[in-house]
């Protein structure tokens, strides 16, 4: 096994960083390809809003960080300042926190797990995942599993949801008067508007590219839907505004927040930016009356949430620990088989020789008792053959170690 994950996520890396590195849906089969092309045969992709990070089975590590670099036009020297690289044990249990939620930027967050598995899926589907990453990953994914059913690590008051609905009340008091649009119609968008209509906000909103799509979704919670291209006319009538798409360019532009807030007449608009590359031109933050948040903004506000959840992150951790130690002795053992097996195969061939040459002999009238001292002083010779002669060729500073080997193989008493 060698195991190794190179990445950056929010704690290494600076969200304008972040947001370089990542890989569309549409780009991550020819990035693996092209990294197949470079003898890195078992490798997945994992991307997302906070994290991208490659998880490969051989010792590839600079062609990968190489390559990370290049297909992202970033200089190796800066991607290495805000990267990480684990190897083997450090690797399982970072992968295994991963799928947790233990190492989001919101603790217990259960969206990771998916991305984790459908960074699996394209992997397998593009051809470069491999047995060994296979069984990995179904590791993983039961490890997150069993911690997600025997601890409460995602039911404090720390995910995404919970934190736009706190910052809502804070700036307009009551929800129930607020209006509310999203921005995009994915998984993320689903689950946070779910969330906000729970509450029953005024007014909900989705506008996407897709009108099928933003229809679909709206039609769950009894929204209402628009295009993408009418929010610049729209977008003055509503206090919220959540962003989460996959654009490579900003979808609300700074011109179309200050005409806002204009017709507004200066009422404050919350503006929650969840995408990255991020969805929202940045200079909206100095506007006056414009409260704008980003991921990594979001994240400071669910820290009490993660100080009060200790206990279930021990909890955590002890799974973890378990299932690690348990995985890495399992391949380690898978490791050694192959040579068990030429052990016993040899040691089986010299046996079923000898046992030929014993009943010969009792064919030729030999007694018994000449036969079995024949038959178990020649195995003994031959069994102790190679380890007499690695003693006997070793060099000095070898032979202490050689003995030490052969103590614990054969028990051997002082």
């Not at 990968?64 to 044990?89: C, E, F, M, R, T």
């Not at 506007?287 to 009060?308: C, P, R, S």
């Not at 898978?334 to 030429?342: D, H, V, W």
């Not at 079923?352 to 000449?370: H, M, P, T, V, Y």
Request: overall charge positive; aromatic content about 8%.
């Amino acid at each position: 096994m060698d195991l190794n994950i190179i990445g950056l996520n929010h704690k290494t890396a600076p969200l304008s960083l972040r947001e370089q590195f990542v890989f569309h849906a549409d780009q991550i089969s020819h990035a693996l390809l092209d990294l197949k092309d470079k003898k890195v045969n078992q490798v997945a992709i994992l991307s997302t809003c906070n994290r991208t990070e490659i998880y490969f089975n051989g010792a590839k590590i600079q062609i990968v960080y190489q390559w990370l670099a290049d297909y992202h036009h970033i200089k190796l020297p800066k991607l290495k300042k805000y990267s990480y690289h684990y190897g083997n044990k450090d690797a399982i249990t970072h992968a295994y926190r991963v799928a947790s939620g233990l190492d989001s930027m919101f603790l217990g967050e259960t969206q990771i797990l998916g991305q984790m598995k459908q960074a699996a899926k394209i992997s397998e589907y593009t051809g470069t995942q491999g047995k060994f990453l296979s069984h990995f990953f179904q590791t993983v994914f039961g490890t997150a599993k069993e911690i997600r059913s025997r601890t409460n690590i995602g039911a404090s008051n720390t995910t995404i949801a919970s934190s736009i609905t706190t910052l809502t009340k804070k700036i307009f008091g009551e929800i129930q008067k607020t209006k509310i649009i999203f921005i995009g119609a994915g998984e993320m968008t689903e689950l946070i508007a779910k969330y906000f209509n729970s509450y029953q906000p005024r007014k909900i909103t989705i506008a996407n590219r897709s009108i099928l799509r933003g229809k679909n979704l709206a039609k769950k919670i009894g929204a209402e839907t628009c295009l993408l291209g009418e929010i610049n006319d729209q977008i003055h009538e509503y206090d919220v505004v959540i962003s989460c798409t996959s654009s490579q360019l900003p979808v609300i532009g700074l011109g179309m927040i200050e005409r806002a807030i204009q017709i507004r007449k200066h009422r404050p608009m919350l503006l929650v930016d969840l995408a990255i590359p991020r969805d929202i031109e940045p200079e909206a933050a100095k506007l006056n009356d414009i409260f704008l948040y980003t991921l990594d903004e979001l994240a400071q506000i669910t820290q009490e949430g993660i100080n009060n959840r200790t206990g279930a992150i021990k909890k955590a951790e002890v799974i973890i620990e378990k299932k690690v130690n348990n995985f890495y002795q399992k391949n380690n053992k898978k490791k050694a088989s192959p040579t068990i097996i030429s052990l016993r195969n040899q040691f089986e061939e010299s046996r079923l020789k000898e046992i030929n040459k014993a009943k010969k002999q009792f064919r030729n009238g030999r007694s018994i008792d000449e036969i079995l001292e024949s038959l178990s002083n020649n195995l003994s010779n031959k069994f102790l053959h190679h380890p007499t002669k690695a003693l006997n060729d070793s060099a000095a500073n070898e032979t202490k170690e050689i003995s030490k080997l052969l103590k614990e193989i054969y028990n051997l008493k002082e």
